[in-house]
């Protein structure tokens, strides 16, 4: 199976997950080292692999941030998004978008966005 990259948010909200907005709004004078004020989150909760032995689920969440404005937000979580899922299911960080997927390390099988 190949992995390919969510084109927009658009994409990841139609695979399933959730994305938040977050507006930490302007900082306040004392505020020496603020956060960004945008954030964007996106999150899913995948089964784990089938057919390997232990393989459970979990909560994949990315999160991205600007001080910019939102839509930066957006498009630094979505860029996190699309490569924690390329080394998850692709098996190697920064693998092209559409290479092979990896079988899990306990041996199991992925289905992209679901385990």
Excluded at 13 to 26: F, H, L, S
Excluded at 46 to 56: K, L, R
Excluded at 65 to 82: G, M, Q, Y
């Amino acid at each position: 199976m190949a992995v390919t990259d969510h084109a927009n948010a658009a994409a990841a909200v139609t695979a399933g997950y959730k994305k938040v907005q977050i507006d930490r709004g302007t900082p306040g004078p004392n505020d020496k080292n603020p956060a960004p004020r945008f954030a964007t989150v996106f999150s899913k909760p995948i089964t784990g692999a089938s057919g390997g032995s232990g393989d459970g689920g979990r909560q994949l969440e990315v999160m991205g941030e600007s001080t910019v404005d939102a839509a930066t937000a957006d498009t630094n979580a979505l860029a996190a998004l699309n490569a924690t899922r390329r080394h998850y299911y692709g098996g190697s960080p920064g693998r092209a978008s559409g290479a092979s997927e990896s079988n899990s390390g306990k041996g199991g099988s992925h289905t992209a966005d679901l385990t």
